[in-house]
């Protein structure tokens, strides 16, 4: 399942949730806009999931979650935990780390 947040609410979905997959981002990110449609695939072949897309300008909380320092970075959180996280433009590099919490 994708998402987009529309408010500064990343830690609700993180405390609700399993294991969430996050992008965080930047409209200006041009490694962002390329990754959105790997990540959004990778959402659609894990539909229990959630995939949730975080822009780090306008959430600073839900950037706080993941101590991110670079765009594209990708967190995943499992029972209200950082996992792991990487800053990656690579889709194999992502789908190591979604299949680390799967």
């Known amino acids: ?26 409209s200006w ?17 894990n539909e229990a999931v959630p995939f949730v897309m975080v822009d780090a300008e306008k959430f600073p909380e839900s950037r706080k979650l993941a101590k991110v320092d670079n765009l594209p970075t990708f967190a995943t959180f499992k029972n209200g935990v950082l996992v792991n996280q990487t800053q990656t433009n690579k889709a194999e590099v992502l789908a190591e780390l979604v299949q680390e919490v799967l």
């Open 1 to 26: 399942m994708f998402t987009e947040i529309e408010q500064d609410n990343l830690a609700e979905i993180v405390a609700s949730n399993e294991t969430v997959v996050v992008q965080y981002s930047a």
């Open 29 to 45: 990110c041009g490694n962002c806009r390329i990754m959105k449609p790997k990540f959004k695939m990778m959402a659609s072949q």
